[in-house]
């Protein structure tokens, strides 16, 4: 049961669901000012509806076909999305932009994480970007949604050394660390300011 002043998430994810499990995890302690009432993914059977499963969290699965018409999926997201009343939208490694219907509905209250400080490095590829670069510094970053690919106004970052001996997954898992804990403070600081 929600504590009072609890802001209600659906939490959108794509894959393992790493990410999901840290806002679980946090919830579980009493460390999260947010209840999530949903977990809703475009991968059938992905790793983050198995965690959500396992934690008795309600699920749903909204497959974009190839070729189908993006617009209509995005209505249909955006309603079923909808249907849980959410207060704020999570995008945890959800791998698909969000329409213009699914942004009139949560714009500003839908926020997402990427792995590289933007505006560096946006798109699917932000620590492979970061290592070829050079970059002495990457660092994870939370914003919000919009109807760019990682444009939306940054809402918090942190900074992570890249190692001379780091490689893409050495560096990703130390940045996933930063990330998760920077997600949950901003969750936190969306619900005082709720």
Do not use: Y
């Not at 790493?18 to 302690?29: G, P, R, V, Y």
């Not at 939370?142 to 444009?151: K, R």
């Not at 918090?156 to 998760?180: S, T, Y």
């Amino acid at each position: 049961m929600a504590r009072l002043g609890q802001v209600r998430m659906v939490v959108l994810a794509s894959g393992t669901g790493t990410l999901l499990q840290s806002l679980i995890n946090a919830q579980e302690d009493g460390q999260l000012a947010g209840q999530i009432v949903a977990v809703g993914s475009d991968v059938p059977g992905c790793g983050a509806i198995t965690r959500a499963k396992n934690a008795g969290l309600e699920t749903f699965e909204l497959p974009l076909a190839k070729g189908a018409d993006r617009e209509e999926w995005d209505r249909k997201l955006s309603a079923k999305v909808a249907e849980f009343s959410p207060d704020l939208v999570v995008s945890a490694g959800f791998m698909k932009l969000l329409g213009a219907n699914f942004l009139n509905a949560f714009g500003g209250r839908c926020i997402n994480t990427h792995p590289a400080l933007l505006p560096s490095f946006p798109g699917m590829h932000g620590v492979r970007d970061a290592l070829a670069a050079g970059v002495k510094v990457s660092g994870a970053t939370v914003f919000m949604v919009d109807d760019g690919v990682d444009t939306g106004k940054i809402i918090a970052q942190r900074p992570v050394e890249v190692l001379p001996e780091d490689d893409e997954a050495q560096l990703h898992e130390r940045i996933k660390v930063v990330e998760r804990q920077l997600l949950k403070e901003v969750v936190n600081d969306f619900a005082k300011n709720f």
